[in-house]
């Protein structure tokens, strides 16, 4: 996640009717730009606006198609899934919860290794192609 989940942020991209509907349709199953264009009856830069914040916060994560023709398209799909505010002592607590799948995981805790190490985790592993498998 590329942004804090602070109350101020989070209103602000759900203040946004083009962002709910885009949640609320990529809920179901994943859409192209341009089917959220015609979902949500906004200009598609408004819509890629949206989708860009969206994918920035964690909301939406996006998919590359490869066609049967070949060419390639991108798919959203919501990884949101529920946000709760408590109001508490002067203050807001925010609790944002995003669906991540196994896959998805494992690679952000990958990334998040690397980053520590200061460097790529690739370097820090032995080369065990040029090894023969050993029968047991």
């Not at 759900?14 to 959220?36: D, G, M, P, Q």
């Not at 009856?41 to 023709?69: G, K, N």
């Not at 408590?86 to 919860?97: A, I, K, S």
């Not at 995981?105 to 980053?115: A, I, T, V, Y």
Request: charged share 30%; hydrophobic share 35%.
């Amino acid at each position: 996640m590329s942004n804090q989940w602070d109350p101020g942020g989070i209103f602000e991209v759900l203040a946004s009717e083009e962002s709910r509907r885009i949640l609320a349709a990529a809920s179901v199953r994943s859409l192209s730009a341009k089917e959220f264009e015609q979902i949500c009856d906004a200009s598609l830069p408004t819509i890629y606006r949206r989708i860009s914040v969206l994918v920035e916060y964690d909301m939406l994560s996006e998919e590359q198609i490869v066609d049967t023709d070949g060419s390639h398209s991108k798919q959203y799909a919501t990884d949101l899934q529920e946000v709760n505010v408590r109001v508490e002592d002067g203050d807001f607590t925010l609790n944002v919860e995003i669906r991540k799948d196994a896959v998805d995981k494992f690679g952000e805790l990958f990334r998040d290794l690397g980053e520590g190490h200061g460097g790529s985790v690739e370097a820090d592993l032995p080369d065990l192609s040029s090894e023969s498998p050993t029968e047991e």
